[in-house]
């Protein structure tokens, strides 16, 4: 599956984005989406994760209650709905998938898409 970001951009703090990640290529809906953020010089971080049904999310405890994942699978896309954006939400995003393994471990999702940045500023 091939994976493609989009949406970030620059953006005041408290404002809000919505991410997009489109899949193509095979059966979307078969696979586990998950975003990661990567800030310079830091790790790449799990931020949430949704099953290929949708009817199962994960999230970061710290981002609970300001970021929602969704799904439409007839679309083939999965949304991040990210409200009350913080400078330290600054970052590149990802997404990936992957059809098992542990939803928080970057290293078990085998298709990444390039990653869009977003920036908060204060």
């Known amino acids: 599956v091939q994976l493609q970001a989009s949406g970030g951009g620059l953006v005041q703090a408290e404002d809000s984005l919505r991410l997009s990640c489109a899949g193509s290529g095979r059966t979307f809906s078969n696979y586990r989406v998950g975003w990661f953020r990567q800030a310079p010089g830091k790790e790449r971080d799990f931020v949430v994760a949704i099953t290929g049904s949708g009817s199962r999310t994960y999230y970061a405890d710290s981002l609970k209650g300001r970021f929602t994942v969704s799904r439409d699978n007839a679309k083939n896309t999965v949304y991040l709905q990210m409200n009350s954006l913080k400078p330290e939400d600054t970052a590149v995003y990802y997404c990936?998938?992957?059809?098992?393994?542990?939803?928080?471990?970057?290293?078990?999702?085998?298709?990444w898409g390039q990653g869009t940045q977003v920036t908060v500023s204060s």
């Open positions: 990936a998938a992957t059809v098992g393994g542990t939803y928080y471990l970057a290293n078990e999702y085998g298709y």
